[in-house]
């Protein structure tokens, strides 16, 4: 009723940033009339606000230095903090892809970071939060950064929100660098331009630093909106900031506010945000009813110097499994429910929250097992309570060590590190080092900073540790032994699930290849190409055959002479994976196998500037009624990435699939 039609006129215009946000504050500038308390019994509002990057100790109480946070810290002396709070990864969306689903990003097929060039996206047989809460009939938004597929069929509004406004991933992933300025000549792929989200349209860019400064204000502006067009029924909010991923940006409000700089100044505006919110909750009346929970989706990005935060005593930062990495300052606030001024030290993570708001609100759980718990007994300030006695570091498909009570055991490993060595200065990045760890022990209670490995003190902890490193390996896999897990899941892949069988005159019949593909993009091997199923545009989805500088040079065997009216070879062109189409491809056929009528030959420009991942096909009609018994398929890899490429000079790959016989 507030806002029937308010962003209306925005839609299919893109734009500059700067016009969204004037007309937005136009829009919230109606509203917000207070209102008395809403029913009390009606299933409680949860609002989730997500941070990227900000360290353990990027909060006042978790000992922020050369900043202010008072909104959060208000809200933790009026609620719970955790201190032993983990995210699933410490990298953007497979800790995204936990926080939604209740279950490691293991579980869910999610790893790293996706880019605008990535294919896949959370697999929509995984049910989020706002999906859950829509069976119980939640208005349900979300605000900021989504980073779990761009696809339009991975976009939050697929995944269980009535809304969504903002970026579909990272805001560095632009064509700029982090000064803003447009990379160096010569290089012709970089991102994109980064598009501004509304449900599921562009509907601007994100340009300049300037643009990147209203980051922060843009989100809160409408979140606000969203608490007060939905006062009167029962609302999940998820506002993931942009900030303070770097390219830092903040406001006038802030710049140059904070003792530390500039990183101060963003995480002082994330602080203004998180009071504008609470009022806006307390505005509706829904204040008391609303469960309220802050955290960060990894620690600290440390090679970018005084850009980036601080785990304060922690080990390293993001993209590690050390504490510095994993653990991420969490607040939890819920008057009347949650006692005021509390603290947790007992071990929670970003998966319970699924399975904890499923419980508070009566939503029945996903259908697929998930990994999380009901952390309610915590919340609630039950004495003793320890609904999750132990934890996985997982990072990039690999076990990197197990956490039972106070004790965490790391298993041999390497990892990017920022042990001794310089950080970047001025917004940019400065070099990674690699660290090594051994089978070690810490004891995180008297020893939160990792420091002194206890293994050889603590033979009988080692072990039981280790066995449950073999649990979690057998349920959800582990690279680093090996081990494949019975209860893993794959991501969503773009351009459909099932890939959708083709019709093949050639399937079931006979091929050889003449140059062996990669193993690790083997397909089903050899018959990949004629049996009659297409790849995803996911070059890693196991349907695709891989050659590294190779050519492809094929030949089927139909096995007796047929009637062919039309060959078609597919190829994949995925230049950020460095796969790129075929320089030239040749499509011949022969009755007796010696002698072949060439139909088809086509030169390719491998100089496209076709950037997104898509599937080239090649088809060759055969004119002559004569039957066919033999085809041959030849395709030219372009051997080493083209002068303009990032990966110039570097080996090439062809990606084929499927060979089409009609
Ligand atoms: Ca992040
Ligand atoms: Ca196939």
């Not at 490993?413 to 042990?419: D, H, K, L, R």
């Not at 590294?548 to 190829?571: M, Y």
Request: net charge neutral; charged share 25%; hydrophobic share 35%.
């Amino acid at each position: 009723m507030d806002f029937p039609v308010q962003n209306k006129k925005l839609r299919r215009r893109p734009g500059s940033i700067l016009g969204l946000l004037i007309a937005l504050a136009a829009s919230t500038a109606l509203s917000g009339l207070p209102e008395n308390n809403a029913n009390q019994a009606r299933p409680p509002n949860v609002v989730i606000i997500l941070t990227d990057d900000q360290g353990y100790a990027d909060v006042g109480k978790f000992g922020a230095k050369g900043f202010a946070t008072p909104n959060l810290d208000r809200m933790a002396s009026r609620g719970l903090m955790l201190r032993d709070f983990y995210v699933s990864q410490a990298v953007c969306s497979a800790s995204r892809a936990s926080l939604l689903t209740g279950c490691y990003a293991e579980r869910v097929g999610i790893q790293g970071a996706l880019t605008s060039w990535s294919t896949v996206g959370l697999n929509p047989d995984e049910e989020t939060i706002a999906e859950m809460l829509k069976k119980k009939g939640y208005a349900t938004g979300m605000v900021g950064k989504w980073h779990l597929g761009h696809y339009r069929e991975f976009l939050p509004r697929q995944r269980g929100f009535d809304e969504y406004f903002g970026l579909p991933y990272s805001n560095d992933m632009w064509p700029m660098g982090y000064d803003g300025q447009p990379p160096a000549k010569g290089i012709r792929r970089s991102y994109p331009p980064l598009p501004i989200i509304e449900g599921d349209e562009k509907v601007g860019e994100v340009r300049t630093l300037e643009d990147q400064n209203t980051l922060t204000t843009l989100y809160t502006q409408r979140a606000v909106e969203f608490i007060e067009k939905n006062k009167n029924r029962s609302f999940f909010l998820y506002v993931a900031h942009s900030m303070p991923h770097v390219p830092l940006g903040v406001s006038e409000k802030f710049r140059g506010k904070s003792e530390q700089g500039r990183y101060g100044d963003v995480i002082m505006e994330i602080d203004w945000s998180v009071g504008e919110i609470l009022q806006a909750l307390e505005r509706a009346g829904v204040d008391g009813n609303t469960l309220v929970i802050f955290t960060s989706d990894n620690g600290p990005w440390l090679n970018f110097g005084k850009h980036a935060g601080s785990a304060g005593p922690l080990r390293e930062g993001k993209g590690t499994m050390w504490e510095g990495g994993a653990r991420v300052p969490c607040i939890m606030r819920w008057p009347g429910r949650i006692p005021e001024g509390t603290e947790s030290r007992s071990i929670a993570a970003t998966i319970d929250l699924l399975p904890t708001i499923a419980a508070i609100t009566g939503a029945p759980l996903p259908k697929n097992p998930i990994d999380g718990v009901n952390i309610l007994p915590l919340l609630e300030g039950q004495k003793g309570a320890e609904p999750r006695g132990q934890y996985y570091f997982y990072y990039g498909g690999e076990l990197k060590a197990v956490r039972m009570g106070k004790w965490k055991l790391h298993f041999p490993n390497s990892y990017v590190s920022y042990a001794g060595v310089e950080p970047g200065k001025n917004g940019f990045p400065g070099p990674y080092a690699t660290g090594k760890s051994g089978l070690e022990l810490y004891d995180l209670d008297s020893d939160i900073g990792e420091t002194s490995n206890v293994a050889d003190k603590y033979p009988e902890i080692v072990v039981r540790l280790q066995g449950l490193g073999n649990e979690a390996r057998a349920e959800l896999g582990d690279k680093l032994t090996g081990t494949k897990g019975r209860g893993v899941r794959p991501p969503g892949r773009a351009g459909g699930q099932g890939k959708g069988p083709v019709k093949n005159l050639a399937a079931g019949k006979k091929i050889t290849l003449e140059n062996r593909y990669s193993g690790q993009y083997a397909g089903r091997g050899d018959v990949t190409l004629i049996d009659g199923e297409r790849g995803t545009l996911d070059h890693a989805d196991g349907t695709w055959l891989g050659f590294e500088t190779a050519d492809l040079v094929a030949l089927v065997d139909l096995g007796e002479s047929l009637p062919v009216r039309q060959i078609t070879a597919g190829f994949l062109e995925a230049q950020s994976a460095w796969i790129f189409l075929p320089s030239s491809v040749e499509i011949a056929i022969s009755r007796d196998g010696k002698e072949f009528e060439v139909i088809q030959r086509v030169q390719t420009d491998t100089n496209s500037a076709d950037a997104a991942p898509h599937v080239k096909d090649f088809p060759a009609v055969v004119s002559s009624s004569t039957p066919v018994r033999y085809i041959r398929v030849t395709a030219r890899n372009i051997g080493t990435c083209p002068v303009w490429h990032q990966g110039a000079g570097g080996k090439a790959w062809l990606f084929a699939d499927e060979i089409v016989v009609e």
